[in-house]
T-cell receptor
């Protein structure tokens, strides 16, 4: 299957700082990327859907000014958690959809564990 | 190493029952997830098992055996809308998700 690389896998930051998470499709072009958040032992929660060259669509309850998403190219999307607080500590995972894939399936990154101290 | 195995593709008939198996090897274990994904859409959560046994939720059931590193998703009374990919994912001791490649389920009338 196609490869999606998410970086960093772990990050610890101080409260009030910003953290950027990158999601790259390594061997395919992705028109759409999804960003998820997951708390321990719970299911993935879709945060937003981003399409290359346009604004992201945020799910209800997700603060767009706090979770900035940029999808500037067909291989890269970034999620920036601004002014992070301890309650933002979570597991963030991206997935990307192959623009050429016949089934247009989404492929997942490895996830980023964010800890805000 | 960490690994998830599930069949690439399965075919079943509308109204029938199908079982999708998943075996996993992870460094530690914090649960097994099943997701459904229709083509071009985000995956949707189906089930989560962390204890041995069967969890039933409507037409879908999920089973886990931790000692065998094995899980299955059972779909009953198959409907055409069940045609999708089914993703198995195991969570390791660091709460990292190890994903299977997905099983594409084709439902025939």
């Amino acid at each position: 299957g196609a490869v999606v690389s998410q970086h960093p896998s772990r990050v610890i930051c101080k409260s009030g700082t910003s953290v950027k998470i990158e999601c790259r499709s390594l061997d395919f072009q992705a028109t759409t990327m999804f960003w998820y958040r997951q708390f321990p032992k719970q299911s993935l929660m879709l945060m937003a859907t981003s399409n290359e060259g346009s604004k992201a669509t945020y799910e209800q309850g997700v603060e767009k000014d706090k979770f900035l998403i940029n999808h500037a190219s067909l291989t890269l999307s970034t999620l920036t958690v601004t002014s992070a607080h301890p309650e933002d500590s979570s597991f963030y995972i991206c997935s990307a959809r192959d623009v050429k894939g016949r089934d247009t399936e989404a492929f997942f990154g490895q996830g980023t564990r964010l800890t805000v101290v | 190493g960490q690994n998830i195995d599930q069949p690439t593709e399965m075919t079943a008939t509308e109204g029938a029952i199908v079982q999708i198996n998943c075996t996993y090897q992870t460094s530690g274990f914090n649960g097994l997830f099943w997701y459904q994904q229709h083509a071009g859409e985000a995956p949707t959560f189906l089930s989560y098992n962390v204890l041995d046994g069967l969890e039933e939720k409507g037409r879908f059931s999920s089973f886990l055996s931790r000692s065998k590193g094995y899980s299955y998703l059972l779909l009953k009374e198959l409907q055409m809308k069940d045609s999708a990919s089914y993703l198995c994912a195991a969570m390791d001791s660091n709460y990292q998700l190890i994903w299977g490649a997905g099983t594409k389920l084709i439902i025939k009338p």
